[in-house]
Nanobody
Framework: QVQLVESGGGSVQAVGSLRLSCAAS??????????MGWFRQAPGKEHEAVAV????????YYTDSVKGRFTISRDNAKNTLYLKMSSLNHEDTAMYYC??????????????????WGQGTQVTVSS
């Protein structure tokens, strides 16, 4: 089981940057057993995968709209997931969630592939 707590959200002007963190408290499995991902949900929209990362961090996957602007990474020694966001625009405004699961291939963009979720951190981008 794992508990996830996001931090680092806030309000930022367009073209600015933010770094989100997701601290994990694990029991049973080690943190490196978990596929990890960042998702976001804007008002009136469905959950959208932003980026996902493999267990050791060697493979990363991004949704097209954030490629080249966002970087997902993880520090397994610190049980922490990161999302570095740059060149932010208004369309990036959303609640951002981290998610985790031990099952299968660490490249799924489907929310149903992840069992554990944090409470979210709000990112608001103003022009």
């Amino acid at each position: 089981q794992v508990q996830l707590v996001e931090s680092g959200g806030g309000s930022v002007q367009a073209v600015g940057s933010l770094r989100l963190s997701c601290a994990a408290s694990v029991s049973g499995y080690t943190y490196s057993s978990y596929c990890m991902g960042w998702f976001r949900q804007a008002p009136g929209k469905e959950h959208e995968a932003v980026a996902v990362i493999s267990r050791e961090g060697g493979a990363t996957y991004y949704t097209d709209s954030v490629k080249g602007r966002f970087t997902i990474s993880r520090d397994n020694a610190k049980n922490t997931l990161y999302l570095k966001m740059s060149s932010l625009n208004h369309e990036d405004t959303a609640m951002y969630y981290c998610a985790a699961d031990t099952r299968g291939f660490c490249g799924s963009f489907r929310p149903s592939s992840y069992t554990y979720w944090g409470q979210g951190t709000q990112v608001t981008v103003s022009s």
